[in-house]
């Protein structure tokens, strides 16, 4: 009797065992499945959240490309009639400032009477665009007008008392206007050189001409005969 309990209660041990091992398998197995499942569906996700992402950089890549390119173009345009502005202004300076005068020319006053709106339509467009250049660009083209315009006057001013027949006002008048000529001479330009060569660089002609100097042509092999 004794050992028949003995033989049921360790057959039932085993089968216990065996289905207690069997639930393990297979909770194992299922588990198994669903972390390869969660795996595979977190990957799937990842890949189109990444690819969501590359697609939002991408557009705000491109429509910071087409702001600059759109900056670019103004400052551009700004440039360009900044310096037909600068040119006539100079024009009329150094025609003021002439110490050859032709037969047939305007006179000094309607020189000057130029001078003053060629003046005038250039500080006022440049103080209109400072915002498109940086402030060491708007101090050199400060420069080069404070120079032209601050002779030009004097030499005006005594032009005017000249004609008055003031005493000293002719001698006043002739230092005035040959220092007004050489201004134009000898100071402005080195001035004007360095307003040019930062308009070149901020139009991307310095690059392009550095880039050319680089890369020279390759001579031509001459024929053989």
């Known amino acids: 009797m004794t050992e028949e309990v003995i033989k049921f209660l360790g057959g039932t041990a085993i089968a216990v065992a065996a289905i207690g091992w069997l639930v393990r398998s297979l909770i194992g197995h299922f588990l198994s499945k669903d972390v390869e499942s969660f795996k595979q569906r977190l990957q799937s996700e990842s890949?189109?959240?990444?690819?969501?992402?590359?697609?939002?950089?991408?557009l705000i890549a491109s429509e910071h490309e087409k702001q600059?390119?759109?900056?670019?173009?103004?400052?551009?345009?700004?440039?360009?009639?900044?310096?037909?502005?600068?040119?006539?202004?100079?024009?009329?300076?150094g025609s003021f400032a002439?110490?050859?005068?032709w037969k047939g020319e305007p006179t000094k006053e309607e020189k000057a009477a130029k001078l003053a709106d060629k003046a005038f339509e250039f500080h006022h467009y440049f103080q209109a665009k400072r915002i498109f250049f940086s402030e060491d660009i708007c101090a050199k083209v400060d420069t080069v007008f404070q120079e032209v315009h601050a002779a030009s006057?004097?030499?005006?001013?005594?032009?005017?008392?000249?004609?008055?027949?003031?005493?000293?006002?002719?001698?006043?008048?002739?230092?005035?206007?040959?220092?007004?000529?050489?201004?134009?001479?000898?100071?402005?330009?080195?001035?004007?050189?360095?307003?040019?060569a930062e308009f070149r660089s901020l139009l991307g002609v310095s690059k392009i001409e550095k880039e050319k100097s680089n890369h020279p042509m390759q001579p031509t092999a001459a024929s053989g005969g």
């Not at 005493?167 to 005035?176: C, L, V």
Request: aromatic share 8%; glycine share 6%.
């Open 47 to 58: 890949t189109v959240e990444l690819e969501r992402l590359r697609h939002s950089l991408r």
């Open 68 to 93: 600059i390119h759109l900056l670019h173009e103004r400052r551009a345009e700004v440039i360009a009639e900044l310096y037909e502005r600068l040119k006539e202004f100079m024009g009329a300076a």
């Open 153 to 196: 006057m004097k030499y005006r001013v005594w032009l005017a008392h000249s004609k008055d027949g003031g005493g000293g006002a002719y001698e006043k008048m002739d230092e005035a206007w040959t220092e007004a000529w050489n201004t134009m001479k000898d100071k402005v330009p080195p001035l004007v050189a360095a307003v040019e």
């Open 98 to 101: 002439s110490l050859v005068e």
